[in-house]
Each structure stands twice: as structure tokens, then as C-alpha cells.
């Protein structure tokens, strides 16, 4: 059957989702999206491939969806017709019509996520879903050595959910970064890289946030690059302070800004 | 028994509560603080006063309640111990000790609301349950014509939910004010008074938002003073724009920065 292939970037609050992928059980986004599908297509079966997943109450500003469509409709439509039949959890901000090699997920050249820290000393019942709170003292300076020793090509099994089955656990962080949102007493992480494990961002944060405190030397990510364990790293940070910003099918795009571009990185292609 | 009265602020995420006062079935405010006073009393029930009810979905900055407690505990634990037995829903900010006299609905001197709209084009799953969302062209002379017509002291019937018992709806509007906020893409609406009747802000934000459309004319807010009638007025806008952001205890304070200020006010007392 001739079908056609839309690209789509939603937004989504991940906090009543379990996840991004779909379960058998449990609301996910994935299966609010197929479901709005069937009813738009009167019950043909339609499955969409995500960039990735996401985790149980992690939110997303970028994540990006292909899915063959039976007929052509135009992307206008398309888009009423998804934001319509899905909640207000779920906004589909872009849409586009691609050719079929284009993949989700396999043609990412990179992935781009925040991770908000609300460092105000009491909490806020109005940024509980969405921050990590830590009202503890930071040391920016650390701060900041920790994250320049991730930036670069490395190995992170020590920042890898140890049940995770992957094998290659080399992957290059482009961006590692932070800057202070006073208004708000936020701090604002910011992490690029062409691939990142199962809660790589999470363990991040966590380990960071103790090398702010002066519990952990600032130096302490290089050693932890080194052991490749996962049970000398930090713990793993709360979804809530989690977002999937943007996700890169250019190389130039993924590493704009940061040592990794050049020039020439556009020409590399997909690595 | 001896007790001691405290004066209690605190914030609250309305999304997952019917409203703040006390229900017999369902989950609000009022009902979560006194089972975590039943909980530090080891089963004294202690009724709490709020100065006033806020709806289900409604949110509040700055709601204040009082309650007598058995013994004089320090401030600071008395905040920790609320804190620590209510859910991040709701935060305790300041904790006062005060006197037999004080009363946190009787004494009030005024009240401060702000509405959020939101005008962006597109929803945002992070602002459904903290906006109204209304993309429609706003004509900001026109919408700035009506609130100065709010202002003052009227007979607000045509802005008082229908199924309302109150009497007297005279009331005194100090401040009638939006700002737009272009970095969010929202309307702010800030409404200060010496009271407000049940739905009154958010009667006004459904005409006012009919008002800003070009939908009524930008003098409709004097015929609809005039002609005391709800049903002539817009609809009642979603609750999940709209919070407490204030009470007041000094008319000074109350009226701070309006025409209705005066050096003489402080004097004028309670009203």
C-alpha cells in the first residue's frame, strides 16, 4: 500500500505518562498518539517510531515521531486533527512530510536535554513536576570543572543504568553546561551529544550536583570516567527536572556552537 | 484549654484539590492541613480558618489561614512539622504567632487576584494548568478602557455567580490592571479589592477576553454595573488562570499604590 511519511516534533508534560513508549497496561505517549491515529484512520492500526524514549514523568520540548500515513493529507490538517484527538498533555508543534529513508531514530545525528534545578530553599508546589529541588550551597566552580570533563569522547558505563543491556558505551558529549537563572533560582544544565545511555543525564545531575557540594572532589568525573562503575557515581536524579529539548538529523545543527564543529562536520554525515 | 492562635501563609498547586474549604468526600486544602495538624496533636482535631474559599483548580500565592493550637510550639518547627506532613502540593511560607484578636476572614482589609492568560498561538502542556489559553487578537486599548471601569466602588451583581447567596454586592475594586508579559506570550490580570464575590474575577476575565475580541463594545463593562444582571455578562473563565495572591490585614497595604490610597486610609481601619 502507498503510504506517506510525516515527520512530527510534540511537546509533551510527562507526568502523568509512564513513559514514552508504549506498554500493555499503562498510558504512555506513544499510545495516546497511535490511538488518535486509529480513530483518524477508522481503525487501521498505525505505529509510529519515537527518536527515543523517555522515561516515566520526563517531559519533552522537541521529541521528534515518523509514522507512515494510509493517504497524503496536508500537514495543516495533520496537525489539527493529532492536537484534537489527543489531551493538552501532548502538543504536536510541527509537522512535515518526508521521504521514506528518513528514520526517526536511526538518522539522529544528535539529542539535546535541560535539566532544571530549583535551588530557592523552600519548595514551590508550582515547579514540584518540573525541577529538582536542592537547597543546598553551590559551588559554581566545581560546577563547572566537573562538567568540562564531560565534555568529549568517552567511555560513561559509569553513568549507565547498570540493568541496561547495551554494549558500546562510548559516546561523545558535544555541550556539557550550566547557567544561573536568578530570577527564578533555577540552574539551567544543559547537555548535547550524539547519544546518551539509559539515565546517562540523571547520573549526570546526580553526581554533579554532589561535586556542587563539596561532596565529591571536582575532579571526581575524570576518575569516574576512568573506573567505568556505575555504583561510584552519583544516584539518579529525579525525572522530574528532565526534558528532551531537541533532536539533531544534521551534524552541523547537533554540534553548532560547541569545539566538535567544524566546517567540515556537515560533511562527516551520520556518524 | 490555653492555646495559641497562629497565622499561617501558604502556596498551593489547586489542580489536584476540590477547592480549599473542607469536603466531606473529596480531597482539598483545608483537609489535608487539619489532617496533619490530627497527626502533630496525636488526635486533637483543631479547625483551621482560611480567609476566604478558593475553588477547585484554583491556585494560591499567598492564602492565609489561622488556627489555635494546644501548645506554643517555635515558628520554625510549626512550619517544618506542616511541611513535612502535606505533599508538595502545598507549602507553608510564614508562620506568625498572633493574637486571640486576629481573625484570617473577618479582618481582612482586602484581597489581591492575578489572572494568567495565555495568548500564544499554540497550547503548551506546561501552562494547561496554570493559564487560560486564548489565541485570539487582543485590542489592548479597549481591554484597558473596561478595567478602568471596574475600578471603584459598584454594585457588582452582573459578576457574581448566579447560585450565590450573598446580600450586599457592593463591593470596592482598588486595582484593575493587566501587564503583558512578551517573553511567555501572556496576559497578566492583577485585581485588588475590598472583597470579592463568588466567580467575580473570573466573570470578569470571560467578558473581559469578549471585550479585548472586539465581541462587545469597549464601554459594555458601565452597562453591565448598570443593568445587575449575570446572564448579560461573559462567561466564567477556567479556574486554572486565576490565584490568590494576597490578603490583606491594612487597608494602607490593601490600597498601596492605588487612587484609593490615602495617608488618612491606615486610619480609616478595618471596613
Given at each position: ?5 510525516y ?69 495543516a ?11 493538552d ?30 535551588t ?6 508550582f ?50 553546561s ?16 550524539n ?25 571526581d568525573m575524570?576518575?569516574?570516567?576512568e ?35 567544524t ?9
Amino acid at each position: 500500500m502507498e503510504t506517506t511519511r510525516y515527520k512530527i516534533i510534540i511537546q509533551y508534560d510527562g507526568t502523568n505518562f509512564s513513559g514514552f513508549q508504549i506498554q500493555p497496561h499503562d498510558r504512555t505517549v506513544q499510545g495516546d498518539i497511535e490511538k488518535a491515529l486509529k480513530i483518524m484512520t477508522k481503525g487501521i492500526e498505525i505505529k509510529i517510531q519515537g527518536s527515543g524514549r523517555t522515561d516515566s514523568g520526563v517531559h519533552a520540548l522537541g521529541q521528534v515521531i515518523h509514522f507512515d500515513y494510509p493517504i497524503q493529507m496536508p500537514i495543516a490538517n495533520m496537525k489539527r486533527a493529532l492536537n484534537s484527538l489527543t489531551t493538552d498533555e501532548i502538543e504536536v508543534c510541527d509537522v512535515e512530510i518526508v521521504s521514506e529513508d528518513f528514520h526517526a531514530r536511526y538518522l539522529t545525528t544528535g539529542k539535546k536535554y535541560q535539566y532544571r534545578v530549583d535551588t530557592n530553599k523552600d519548595t514551590n508546589p508550582f515547579k514540584r513536576l518540573y525541577t529538582k529541588h536542592h537547597q543546598y550551597p553551590i559551588n559554581m566552580e566545581a560546577l563547572q570543572q566537573a562538567l568540562k570533563d564531560i565534555e568529549g569522547t568517552h567511555d560513561f558505563t559509569s553513568f549507565c543504568a547498570s540493568n541496561s543491556g547495551r554494549e558500546n558505551k562510548v559516546r561523545t558529549v558535544y555541550e556539557a553546561s550550566v547557567v544561573q537563572d536568578a530570577a527564578n533560582g533555577e540552574l539551567i544544565f544543559t547537555f548535547r551529544g550524539n547519544g546518551f545511555l539509559y539515565n546517562m543525564v540523571r547520573i549526570f545531575i546526580g553526581t554533579l550536583l554532589q561535586i556542587a557540594n563539596g561532596r565529591r572532589p571536582a575532579d571526581d568525573m575524570k576518575r569516574l570516567l576512568e573506573v567505568k562503575d556505575r555504583n561510584q557515581a552519583g544516584p539518579t536524579a529525579a525525572p522530574q527536572g528532565l526534558y528532551l529539548v531537541e533532536v539533531y538529523y544534521d551534524l552541523e545543527e547537533a554540534t553548532k556552537g560547541t569545539a566538535f564543529y567544524t566546517p567540515e562536520t556537515k560533511k562527516m554525515g551520520v556518524n
